[in-house]
């Protein structure tokens, strides 16, 4: 499968396109082909080297796609599932703390800039499928609701 590798200490001409072998999910996972990502902000500062990640990280830490695989124990996903990751994927319930908002995808773990990723099942969302074409232009807003 492809992907994209941030070689330290980033900038884009560090992005580097490679071939690694596709996953398999381990227990709990959900094996996922990605469809759509995202680049936000967040994204461009690990891009650009302003905010410092792992050597060879894979970034984007936002993601959309379909379930390929799922492993034995998990019940919530069946292969064919559409899915959308969250940001935070240990924050599971209530107030955020350091611990369920750590893990960020694409700077403290690997994110989606992939074609194939395996993930805690937990951290993936039912996407409700609707009628948007490929290469469809959406409208997404540049700041917070009420925000100038």
Request: aromatic share 6%; glycine share 10%; hydrophobic share 35%.
């Amino acid at each position: 499968m492809r992907l994209i590798r941030l070689k330290a200490p980033g900038g884009l001409k560090n992005l580097k396109l490679v071939e690694e072998d596709c996953p398999e999910p381990g227990p709990g996972e959900l094996l996922v082909r990605i469809r759509a990502c995202s680049l936000n902000f967040h994204d461009s500062m690990v891009a650009l080297g302003k905010k410092p990640c792992a050597d060879g990280r894979i970034p984007l830490s936002d993601g959309a796609g379909e379930v390929v695989a799922v492993s034995d124990d998990v019940q919530e996903f069946k292969a064919g599932d559409a899915v959308v990751s969250t940001y935070w994927p240990r924050w599971l319930a209530g107030e955020p703390t350091p611990a369920n908002k750590s893990g960020e995808l694409g700077d403290d773990v690997d994110g989606y800039a992939r074609e194939y990723v395996c993930m805690p099942w937990h951290s993936q969302g039912h996407r409700q499928t609707s009628r948007i074409w490929r290469r469809q232009r959406l409208p997404v807003p540049a700041s917070p609701p009420g925000k100038p």
